[in-house]
């Protein structure tokens, strides 16, 4: 099963306003990271966020955890045009193998 | 600028011929991952190496999927022969774990 489910699916909202977009996941973790993705193009990293962590900020990001609720949140302050894009929680299962489980994403449309 | 690359950005074939995907991970990188990303299924990890030699090929179809590295600088990913499900977009990604994964443009493979 899916480690990490994102919530909404789907978030369209006008520049400047404030984004956010949760994450859950299922098992015990090492880390969380937060991806960006561009239509048609990789996976970028944004963030990470160790379990002994509980927020964390880099720019106009904004990432929270909750290890005994088991989720995530990703707040994207003042947004802007340029981040629509879809963006992914990703966990690694407390495993130091490096490897991640994806969820399925938020799309995020900022309207100009 | 260290970057993952991937060939081909485009494929398209016909159903029952053989496709060969290769990735040029970042030089130093230890780790690398194969990913499958569909609309339906979201982001799966197929395979992923570490110092060339595989760790995990569990998310891949055995019996048509392989996944090398036959050196440090090349890891393929073969589907012999090739159905209409497999067209997807196909990332490979690599790390130093566990820091962040940095992906490739991807792969899109259409198997009519």
């Known amino acids: 099963s899916q480690q990490g489910e994102e919530d909404p699916q789907a978030l369209s909202i006008q520049e400047g306003e404030n984004a956010t977009m949760n994450c859950s996941y299922k098992?015990?973790?090492?880390?969380l990271q937060w991806y960006r993705q561009n239509s048609g193009r990789g996976l970028v990293h944004l963030i990470l966020?160790?379990?002994?962590?509980r927020e964390k900020h880099s720019g106009r990001l904004r990432v929270t955890l909750d290890t005994s609720e088991k989720s995530s949140s990703l707040l994207i302050t003042a947004s802007r045009a340029a981040d629509t894009a879809s963006y992914f929680c990703?966990?690694?299962?407390?495993?130091?193998?490096?490897?991640?489980?994806f969820g399925q994403g938020t799309t995020l449309q900022v309207k100009p | 600028d260290a970057r993952v690359t991937q060939t081909p950005r485009h494929k398209v074939t016909e159903m029952g011929q053989e496709v060969t995907m290769r990735c040029q991970p970042i030089?130093?990188?230890?780790?690398v991952f194969w990913y499958r990303q569909t609309m339906m299924q979201g982001l799966e990890l197929l395979a992923y190496f570490r110092n060339r030699a595989p760790l995990d090929d569990s998310g891949m179809p055995k019996d048509r999927f392989s996944a090398e590295m036959p050196d440090a600088t090349l890891a393929t990913l073969k589907i012999q022969p090739s159905e209409p499900r497999d067209s997807a977009v196909y990332f490979c990604?690599?790390?130093?774990?566990?820091?962040?994964?940095?992906f490739g443009e991807g792969s899109r493979l259409t198997v009519l």
């Open positions: 030089l130093g990188h230890n780790t």
């Open positions: 990703a966990t690694d299962g407390s495993s130091n193998t490096g490897k991640l489980i």
């Open positions: 966020i160790r379990s002994n962590e």
């Open positions: 990604a690599s790390a130093v774990p566990p820091g962040e994964l940095f």
């Open positions: 098992t015990s973790i090492n880390n």
